[in-house]
């Protein structure tokens, strides 16, 4: 018995835990289903900014996978957009509401979203 606690002690850090995320739409998107992104890109609301930005207490964390990994920053203005820093890039921003909201999950390679709301731009 010990044993098995151990062993489930052991992998329960190895699951991957769902995070909210806004992300990029895509074809034929629908509230409540799950896909695997092939490239994603994640706008997380509550993982951290890491990179050593003056206000990146105030960001949270974006990847975007083009072939490589872009791994950045992002933060909300006072209209509503989000402004993206990642190095070596140029800032972009985008309106929020043009964005889904999903809960997003990445296993080594893949990654996998659940759908919980579609963009709001013209609706």
Do not use: Q
């Amino acid at each position: 018995m010990k044993k098995l606690l151990l062993t489930a002690a052991l992998l329960a850090p190895l699951a991957a835990v769902a995070a909210d995320a806004y992300v990029y739409p895509f074809a034929g998107m629908k509230v409540g289903a799950t896909v695997e992104n092939e490239f994603p890109t994640i706008l997380y609301t509550a993982k951290k900014c890491d990179l050593p930005l003056a206000n990146a207490k105030n960001m949270r964390r974006y990847e975007s996978y083009r072939g490589v990994w872009d791994i950045g920053c992002w933060g909300e203005t006072i209209d509503g957009d989000a402004v993206i820093i990642v190095p070596k890039m140029p800032p972009k921003s985008m309106p929020l509401n043009v964005l889904a909201r999903a809960d997003v999950k990445r296993n080594g390679d893949g990654t996998t979203m659940t759908i919980k709301a579609l963009p709001t731009y013209g609706r």
